[in-house]
């Protein structure tokens, strides 16, 4: 099944495979074409893309390889858990349970937007 992605989807994919720089897990390094953009790796949600409320909170994503990605989403999900753990600390990871435990209303505009300054965080430009 392929998997819709929307301007916000596609920036925020972009800004969290920036930030990283590499795989979380195997720390395999992101691969960049002459334009600036990341052209391997995945954005991965810890709490699935379908809780809005933390669809594109920075702290809920983490790039991964397509393989990390793959054992961390289906052989191995307690050991992504205890990486978010060890990476965000108990009181930030219950928080972000919290948050994608509470739903909320969908605005991809807004999220387009805050997508936009977090790559430009990254001097990286906002333009797709």
Not at 8 to 16: C, G, H, I, K, W
Not at 31 to 57: I, M, W, Y
């Amino acid at each position: 099944m392929k998997i819709k992605l929307d301007p916000a989807d596609v920036a925020f994919s972009r800004y969290v495979r920036t930030r990283d720089g590499r795989c979380m897990r195997c720390s395999s390094p992101v691969e960049f074409n002459e334009a600036g953009l990341p052209v391997t790796h995945q954005c991965s949600h810890f709490f699935g893309r379908g809780r809005e409320n933390t669809r594109f909170d920075p702290e809920n994503c983490d790039t991964l390889c397509c393989g990390c990605h793959q054992h961390w989403g289906s052989a191995d999900k307690e050991g992504y858990r205890n990486f978010k753990v060890a990476q965000l600390g108990l009181e930030r990871f219950t928080a972000l349970a919290v948050r994608a435990n509470t739903t909320t209303k969908k605005d991809r505009k807004l999220a387009l937007i805050v997508a936009k300054q977090l790559l430009k965080s990254f001097g990286k430009g906002g333009k797709l």
